[in-house]
């Protein structure tokens, strides 16, 4: 039994052994190798995209892990060489004992080496083809085991892109190379332009022109006619090249915009092209590559053909005046002129939203400083108008004053002019006498016409103006006017005048104003004392930098409630006042930089006390110089300064 044990148990190790002997080499095994052969030197972008895109697709499969082999013929620059044989030695030599499970190949020189020498290297091995041309395939047999992916260059669409941009082109100029790949090239372009002899009634093939003669012809074309270059990989010279190489120097010396194919032309200063995306071929590749390993597909893959993709390079297209609105929405710019908008495009909306702001609230605080100083104007102007009523109503209340006042020179006229009379009918004629009667009746005329242009020139309208003045003669000119009324209503009229001659700063009507409507709400106060208590007192001095104007009368007082309100609109304690007088007198007060109270006097009556900056000389006084309006010849050199009053009045009386 013990035996039969031991038995079974070597049993179970043998199992496992040879198990993990077949295991071990399939899983080393797993790794799926691929050569990828090129015809094309890998170097050059067009190739080197593509075998990237291959190799990273084929590495980042998540299902089989593969190496990849590099191998490149560079077939297209010496396709006129036969260097197979040596090329299949060393390929014979590299590979022989390797088990190599997918060739992929690339273009035509590498089929054609692949189809001709596949049984003598790899004759079990599975091929795919890629970016191999149409009539190449078409041309040839390819035998089992072989897939093809479908890559098709169409010109056409090129041409129809030059067409869109140059409307005015009918002529084509197609540049290209002597190698065969070269020429296959500058065929199929030629071809599709005779497709569409209407637009293109003139084509040309520049083949192998050395570098400077194709520079030569292509600065003498002009923008009616389209250039299309495909590759040169070599010149009739000899000289071989990279087809990107060449590039730089024909767009740069071209008067005429040119297109092509490859999208690495772009950088290099193409103009324009339906490119085909090399990077996406190679992936195509690489996905068509793992389904063969795996064992999905075999023969032709069935994938629709690589799409062309319409790019522009704006900075060229710039150059030669193209128009890119023609263009289709999906066609791409690339190589756009610098912008800040298109580099800081965030930053550049946010300060565009900042300065429209900023633009609409300078256009609103403008629109608001108009309104306001229109208002302003009007508010003047009314203010204005409502002083000259006040004015004229004062004028109404000292009418039968002024009436008196006027009446009294033209009755002394008219006696005069009856004495003369009589003078002038006598037999003889008292010369000495009839001079005396002519100087009154002048006297008594001046008076009178004093009277009345002092009235007009309170009552007409007219701007306020700004000038030095003296106090002393604004307050004389006024009570040329009270006067009268004052005698009327038996009042006696107490006048102080400054001996300094105090100057100020203001408007004549607008200050005698300010005189007659304080001196008649004066007098108002003293209607019901006794006409021996009657007395108008007006006094003018001069306090620190201020000028000072009082007057007071002997009247009732003012309440201590009525102090705050006084100078109120519509406010008045009159039975039939309007309560504009002291409202007006408040804000002439004020526009000439003044201010004023009022208060209950000593003794009975009330005092109003108004402060206006004064006028110093300017050689004792600092201050803002400015010459003397109206000043006579003796006055011509003497300036003055305004200079506001630094305190105010005490507070008891009403904030103005």
Not at 272 to 290: C, F, I, K, M, Q
Request: hydrophobic residues 45%; neutral net charge; aromatic residues 6%.
């Amino acid at each position: 039994m013990r035996g039969h044990v031991l038995l079974r148990f070597w049993a179970r190790v043998a199992i496992f052994l040879v198990g993990l002997a077949v295991i071990v080499p399939a899983c080393a095994g797993d790794v799926a190798k691929v050569v990828l052969l090129t015809g094309a030197d890998p170097v050059q972008p067009a190739a080197l995209v593509q075998i990237q895109a291959v190799r990273e697709t084929l590495e980042a499969s998540p299902s089989k892990d593969v190496e990849v082999y590099l191998e490149a013929l560079d077939g297209f620059r010496f396709d006129g060489q036969d260097l197979s044989n040596e090329y299949l030695a060393l390929l014979e030599k590299k590979y022989r004992g390797q088990h190599i499970d997918l060739v992929i190949v690339i273009a035509n020189p590498a089929a054609d080496f692949a189809l001709k020498f596949h049984s003598l290297i790899w004759s079990t091995t599975p091929v795919l083809l890629s970016s191999v041309p149409e009539d190449w395939l078409r041309s040839r047999t390819l035998p089992d085991g072989f897939s093809v992916i479908p890559y098709r260059i169409d010109a056409g669409e090129t041409l129809s892109l030059a067409a869109l941009l140059q409307p005015d082109a009918n002529r084509l100029i197609v540049v290209g190379g002597i190698a065969d790949v070269d020429r296959r090239f500058t065929s199929l372009v030629i071809e599709a332009a005779r497709h569409d002899r209407a637009r293109w009634q003139s084509s040309e093939a520049w083949e192998g022109l050395p570098i400077d003669e194709l520079k030569r012809r292509l600065s003498a074309l002009d923008t009616k006619t389209a250039v299309v270059y495909t590759t040169m990989y070599r010149d009739r010279d000899g000289h071989r090249y990279f087809p990107y190489e060449v590039v730089p120097s024909i767009t740069k010396a071209s008067a005429a915009p040119v297109y092509g194919w490859y999208a690495v032309y772009l950088q290099y200063g193409l103009t324009a092209g339906a490119v085909y995306d090399l990077a996406e071929n190679g992936r195509r590749t690489g996905r068509a590559a793992l389904s063969v390993l795996e064992g999905r597909s075999t023969g032709a893959i069935g994938l629709p053909a690589l799409p062309a993709r319409c790019v522009v390079n704006a900075s060229e297209a710039e150059r030669f005046g193209l128009d890119t609105a023609r263009l289709a929405e999906d066609c791409s710019l690339v190589a756009q002129p610098p912008s800040i908008y298109r580099e800081y495009r965030s930053t550049v909306l946010l300060s565009a939203g900042v300065l429209l702001a900023q633009s609409l609230t300078i256009a609103a605080l403008l629109m608001q400083r108009r309104r306001r100083r229109r208002a302003e104007a009007e508010s003047s102007a009314r203010s204005a108008e409502l002083a000259r009523a006040a004015r004229i109503s004062t004028v109404g209340e000292l009418s039968a004053s002024i009436a008196h006042e006027v009446g009294q020179p033209l009755g002394a006229i008219l006696s005069n002019a009856d004495a003369a009379d009589l003078l002038v009918r006598a037999s003889t004629v008292d010369v000495d006498e009839l001079q005396a009667i002519l100087a009154d009746v002048r006297r008594d005329a001046l008076r009178a016409n004093d009277v009345v242009k002092r009235l007009r020139a309170l009552l007409q309208k007219q701007s306020a103006g700004s000038r030095p003045l003296s106090l002393n003669a604004v307050v004389d000119s006024a009570l040329v006017l009270i006067r009268p009324e004052a005698r009327r209503r038996r009042i006696r009229v107490e006048m102080t005048l400054d001996p300094k001659g105090t100057m100020v700063l203001g408007d004549e009507v607008q200050l005698q104003q300010i005189v007659l409507n304080l001196a008649v709400n004066a007098m108002d106060a003293m209607n019901l004392i006794e006409p021996e208590q009657r007395i108008l007192s007006i006094a003018i001095g001069a306090v620190d930098e201020r000028a000072e104007l009082s007057v007071a009368d002997r009247g009732a007082g003012i309440d201590a409630d009525d102090v705050r309100r006084l100078f109120e609109p519509f406010y008045t304690s009159k039975p039939n006042g309007m309560g504009l007088g002291l409202a007006i007198v408040r804000s002439i007060v004020d526009a000439h930089g003044g201010d004023i109270e009022a208060a209950s006097r000593q003794g009975g009556g009330a005092l109003f006390t108004v402060w206006l900056p004064r006028f110093a000389d300017a050689s004792c006084e600092s201050g803002i110089a400015t010459s003397l309006p109206n000043a006579g010849p003796g006055d011509a050199s003497r300036a003055y300064a305004m200079v506001r009053p630094a305190t105010h009045r005490a507070d008891q009386g009403h904030a103005i």
